[in-house]
DNA sequence: ACCCTCCTGTGATGCTTATCACGCCCAAAG
DNA sequence: CTTTGGGCGTGATAAGCATCACAGGAGGGT
């Protein structure tokens, strides 16, 4: 199947027996650009490795609020999915693909028990925790720290390396939601962006020609 | 000694040879209030098991700014200390002793084969992930989403609960810097806090009388 | 063609917070 | 006692951003 040369071009770093493993029991899910794949609430039954494709992994509070919290791409896994489905916790984060998006679901009952038979897979565990940790980090430096005209062009730069492409395919108002702005201000800092060249604004899109500043 | 008593208290969860082991091992290491355990860059050669008193960790950027990320309480640990021990890499963060402290350190090379031995230590180094992780989003929370009073009320709250006390010896400049504030500003929500009866004011000092709101 | 909806641009206004500029009190040091 | 420095209170001012109000354009459906 194509899957087993993805998994092993993607986690060259297990043994290959628990490569062999993670290739036999390993549920292969598909999602939809925009398809969510986990929401507040919902219980954890596996841990989610991606094999290709994009996810925005954030929360959304009682009003509508969303707090990005950082991107997971092919070779990476949700550090959420992990702990929550080792503790059978439900998960307070939404999980959406941001393009067509493929995962390998490992059911949770064998998470404990690779995590005491391979030593790839313990330190695989622990090195996701720690980026993840990393980019939460990161992100709460942003927030806290920088005006929403640094944090704008921190976006489009996620976007950019995410999706590979120059061309943001997003609306304002969802830009807005997501740094917790709102439409007439981004509008207004995009306008400034493209006076000084580094965007051109197109109907319903975004191209990024030039970030460094 | 104290210790094998506070250890088996504080981590009954582990199994009686991973206790013995931990008590045997870990080497005590005690701190003064205000002192530091960590300084950003600084190498990471153990994971820090907190026995008594509060740790706080944060963060601190270019510029002097702070960004708080949680305190440490007994029983707990520092997720940072575990993933960083474990790839030898520096820390990226600061972690103070806000009363005096002691806490128990042990040697990154029993982390890994802990790992693979014991289930209840593996267990541990999860949840210690999870509450972490937990606790970061809740401050992200708060800084996304909160105004300056409600983040004030919950500096407070934070503050009576780690301290278990209703007394914060700490200037209004030192609240500012932790909240990236100023004192005029923590000055003037003080002074309405005072008004609407749950706090009262001291020389040097924040009587808490009564957060429910 | 027409309507309807979604996306965008722009001015006006006000809230929250940062910053500046003082002056006051108190305590420790000279 | 006087000086000095740290902590505090308070007004004035301004930056950053949210919100409201409104208008125009582009596209899809009927």
Redesign the interface.
């Known amino acids: 199947m194509a899957t087993a040369s993805t998994t092993q071009r993607l986690f060259q770093q297990f043994e290959p027996e628990l490569l062999k493993k993670v290739q036999q029991v390993g549920l292969v899910r598909k999602f939809k650009a925009e398809e969510y794949l986990m929401q507040t609430g919902q219980q954890i039954r596996s841990a989610v490795l991606v094999l290709d494709g994009v996810i925005k992994v954030f ?1 959304e ?1 009682d009003e509508g ?1 969303e ?1 990005f ?1 950082y991107n997971l791409h092919p070779g990476e896994a949700c ?2 999915s ?3 489905a ?2 059978q ?1 439900s998960s ?2 939404m999980a959406k693909a941001l393009v067509d998006t493929e995962v390998l679901a490992i059911p949770v009952e064998l998470m ?1 028990e690779w ?3 391979y ?1 790839s897979w ?2 695989f ?3 996701t ?2 980026s ?3 980019e ?2 990161d ?3 942003h ?3 920088r005006n929403l005209d640094e944090r704008l062009l921190w976006y489009l730069k996620q976007h950019q390396k995410s999706l590979k492409s120059n061309f943001i395919k997003t609306s304002f108002t969802d830009i807005a939601l997501e740094l ?1 702005s709102s439409r007439e201000v981004i509008s207004r800092l995009m306008k400034k962006l493209a006076e000084k060249g580094h965007v051109k604004l197109h109907k319903n899109e975004v191209e990024i020609l030039n970030l460094k500043m």
């Open positions: 929360r509070d609020n707090v919290m550090a959420i992990m702990t929550c080792a503790r916790l307070q984060i404990d995590a005491l038979k030593r313990y330190q565990v622990l090195e925790y720690r993840r940790f990393e939460l980090l992100t709460l430096d927030i806290a720290f917790n």
